[in-house]
C-alpha cells in the first residue's frame, strides 16, 4: 500500500519548519503515523529524511504485514538467535547505524520521542527501547543532535487525512457489529463478563474486518452501581449479575491497522423508571448541543460547555464528572490527546480533527449513563463517525 500523500507532505512540511534532517521514532503509533505501517511487537524503528525518504527497520517476522501495510523502504533484521540470547537493542543496533550511515545521517538534527507518552496496545507486551536508540546513535555518531519532538508528533496526530479517516469510518463500521448484540446479549441474571464476552465474539465474527491486516478490540460491561464507576480513567467488567432495572454500560475501544475508537452505549434492563428517562434525556439533548457547536475554529472548551450547560440545565451538572472528550484515532483512551474537549482546554477545533464527545452522568451507588461517539471536524461542521 502506497504511503499516505497528504500525511507526507505534512510531515516534510513540520520538519523544513523546524530545521530537522530526519525523524526516528520507534513506538508503534508514530511508526503508523510516519510509514502507515503499525508494528506488532514494537521494536520496528522508522526513519523519515528531509529528502522525503521512509525507511522502516522491521523484525524478519513482521515483514509481511509491513509489505502489505506500507510502500517505505524495509529492512528486515532478525529480533533473536537460536544459539545466542540477544536484546532488543543489541539486534537493532548493527541494521540502524548502518542505514544511518547509508542515507547520510551521521552528522544529522534528529527528532525523537523522548518524554513520557501514551501507547495503545498492539499485542498481550509491547518493547520498549526508551534511551537505548539514542544512546546507540551517539554512540555510533558524536555529531549527531538529537531533539524531542512529542509535542510536534501530537499536533500531527490531531488532524487525520482523507485516507486515515477513512480507515477510522471503517474502524466504527467493524466496531458497530459488536453494539448491534446488545439486545440480545443483556438480560437478567447474565454476569458482566458473560456479556462483555458475547458482544466481543460478535464483533470478532464479522467479516467486515477482511479488509483489515488486523483488527480486535476490547469491549467491557459495567452494570448497577458498578456503571458509575466508569466515570474513572479505564473500564472495568466485573462478575456481577445482571438485574431488572440496572442501568448497563457498554463501552469497547476497538482498533483496525492502528486506527482506534472510543465508544459507550447504556442499556435500562427493563422499563427505564423515571429517572433513567430523564438521565437519557438530558444526555441526548447535551450531545446535539455538543454536535451541533463543532465547526472549524471554535474553541474545544466551548464544546464542553456546551454539552455542559444543558445537562447543569437538568440538574445533572455535578454528575457529569469529566471533561467531554478528546482526540480518539492514533490511540483511544488518551485524555491527553488532541483537541482537549475540556474546560480548561487551550485547543481550536481544526477540519480533520477527532474525538469522541462522551456526555455522561454518574451516580455512585446507583449507576452510570453515559453516550460516546467519535466525530471528526468537516469543512461545514462535523461527522459523526459511530453514528449506530
Known sequence: MAIDPERHSRILAMMREEKLDALVCSSPTEVLLLTGYWPVIGTSVAIFTREGEVHVLVPSDER??????????????????????????????????SLCTQISLTAATIGMERE???????????????????????????????????????RLKASKTVIELEKM???AMIASTGFDAMTE???????????????????????LARQMQRSYGFFY?????????????????????????????IHANTCGDGYWTD?????????????????????????????DSIRPGVHAQQVDRAARSV??????????????????GFAAANTNGRPRIHPASPDILEVGMTFNVEPAIYFDEYGGMRHCDVVAVTNSGVEVLTQF
Open 185 to 207: 446479549g443483556i438480560r437478567p441474571g447474565l454476569r458482566e463478563a458473560e456479556i462483555a464476552g458475547f458482544l466481543q465474539m460478535n464483533f470478532e465474527r464479522t467479516s
Open 221 to 249: 460491561c459495567m452494570s448497577g452501581p458498578n456503571s458509575a464507576t466508569a466515570a474513572a480513567a479505564y473500564a472495568r467488567t466485573r462478575q456481577r449479575e445482571v438485574c431488572i432495572g440496572d442501568l448497563v454500560m
Open 169 to 171: 469510518r471503517v474502524t
Open 64 to 97: 509481511e504485514i509491513a509489505e502489505k501495510s506500507s510502500s517505505a523502504v524495509l529492512t528486515a533484521f532478525s529480533p533473536g538467535e537460536l544459539y545466542a540470547l540477544t536484546t532488543p537493542q543489541t539486534a537493532i543496533a548493527e541494521p540502524l547505524t
Open 116 to 154: 513520557q507518552g501514551l501507547q495503545p496496545a498492539s499485542y498481550a507486551v509491547t518493547a520498549s527501547y526508551r534511551s537505548a536508540l539514542a544512546d546507540i546513535l551517539r554512540g555510533a555518531f558524536p555529531q549527531i543532535e538529537i531533539r524531542a519532538v512529542d509535542t510536534l508528533l501530537e
Open 263 to 291: 465508544i459507550t452505549r447504556t442499556r435500562t434492563v427493563g422499563e427505564p423508571s423515571e429517572k433513567q428517562t430523564r438521565m437519557r434525556e438530558a444526555i441526548m439533548e447535551a450531545r446535539q448541543a455538543a454536535l
Open 311 to 328: 445537562l447543569e440545565k437538568h440538574g445533572f451538572g455535578p454528575q457529569f464528572k469529566h471533561g467531554l472528550g478528546h482526540g480518539v
